[in-house]
């Protein structure tokens, strides 16, 4: 499970970051964390004020090893204009702890658990523990596929309630959703407007936010064919990356294997990628999930359409493409001519 939210106190290496380093981003102590959040692409630290937590305006950038502000501006979030322009009143609990939590109660500001527990994906069990039984537990393979990756879209989406404010607060997690209800029924995904760029979407539609995979499945074919978010990953963690069930190289090739009627209808990998066998560019993930979704700064996640998003749609829409994201000495205009030559590939439709 993502253990993301942790105490200093309770667990004292959860600090990376060295802050007795002079930085003037830095205006808080060890002492003053009462929580820490992040442990792979950044950390967050927060502050406890009363039954709330608050965000200090400095979070650690894992991948450069550097210190970058926090303050979420205005324009980058739909709920900002609700809330003071103060880290120091933007509680967590309507704006974050829903999902870094097991049953947040907006009443008492209490949970179950920190984190992503059992029952965030399972539902109450309670009864289950009492007398276990395939009745009283929610087990995602067994719910239908929409409802199943329901569970997961929860969190990991860009939306907001269907009723909002709740008792006078901007929530950004769905209030009221547990594993085996209609996500829908809580929680209603961030609009797009096809050829407008936003606070959330290229022009195109993808998303170019972190936390937005659920946003992006949605509009795929597999996920209208019944792929579930556990067909790729394990949520109880395995030895890969993203907690996939396989490395992706392998993982894709066994349902897009060469010849497939799943495609790609190519007598080869190679034939299919234009690249060499396990070269980057012979990787699924380089040009069906490019890394072009902020967490941080210029750290990019990939994008879960699974499209091949096409250099014309880079031109036309800005939403950058797969080629010349790898290739970054070359036109938009090179990577067209490129793909113009490939056998087996329409002129008229090179971003098929």
Request: charged fraction near 20%; hydrophobic fraction near 30%; include cysteine.
């Amino acid at each position: 499970m993502a253990n993301v939210v942790r105490d200093p106190k309770e667990f004292p290496d959860a600090i990376t970051p060295d802050l007795t380093q002079k930085n003037p981003l830095i205006t808080f102590t060890k002492n003053d964390i009462a929580f820490v959040y992040g442990s792979k692409w950044k950390q967050r630290y927060f502050k406890k004020i009363g039954d709330d937590y608050y965000p200090f305006p400095a979070q650690w950038d894992f991948t450069h090893k550097m210190w970058r502000p926090y303050m979420v501006a205005p324009g980058t979030d739909w709920w900002v204009q609700y809330y003071p322009a103060d880290n120091m009143k933007r509680p967590t609990g309507p704006l974050c702890d829903g999902c870094h939590s097991v049953n947040y109660d907006i009443q008492t500001k209490t949970v179950t658990e920190w984190n992503v527990g059992c029952e965030k994906c399972h539902g109450p069990g309670g009864d289950h523990v009492r007398t276990p039984s395939r009745s009283n537990i929610v087990n995602p393979t067994r719910l239908d596929t929409l409802e199943a990756n329901d569970i997961c879209i929860q969190c990991h989406s860009q939306g907001r309630p269907l009723k909002n404010p709740i008792e006078g607060k901007y929530y950004d997690w769905p209030v009221g959703y547990r594993a085996g209800l209609k996500l829908d029924d809580y929680w209603q995904l961030e609009e797009h407007k096809l050829g407008e760029a936003s606070f959330t979407h290229f022009a195109d539609g993808t998303a170019h936010k972190n936390r937005m995979q659920g946003n992006d499945f949605v509009e795929s074919v597999m996920y209208t064919r019944g792929i579930t978010c556990f067909s790729c990953h394990d949520v109880h963690g395995t030895a890969n990356n993203a907690d996939l069930l396989k490395p992706a190289s392998v993982m894709c090739l066994e349902c897009h294997g060469t010849n497939s009627p799943n495609g790609p209808h190519a007598a080869s990998i190679e034939t299919h990628t234009h690249h060499k066998a396990g070269s980057s560019g012979g990787e699924c993930v380089a040009c069906h999930m490019p890394q072009i979704e902020q967490t941080i700064a210029d750290v990019m996640v990939r994008s879960h359409t699974f499209k091949f998003i096409s250099p014309s749609t880079t031109g036309s829409l800005k939403t950058p493409n797969p080629c010349t994201g790898c290739h970054t000495d070359k036109s938009i205009q090179w990577a067209n001519d490129q793909l113009k030559t490939w056998k087996g590939r329409s002129p008229w439709r090179v971003a098929n």
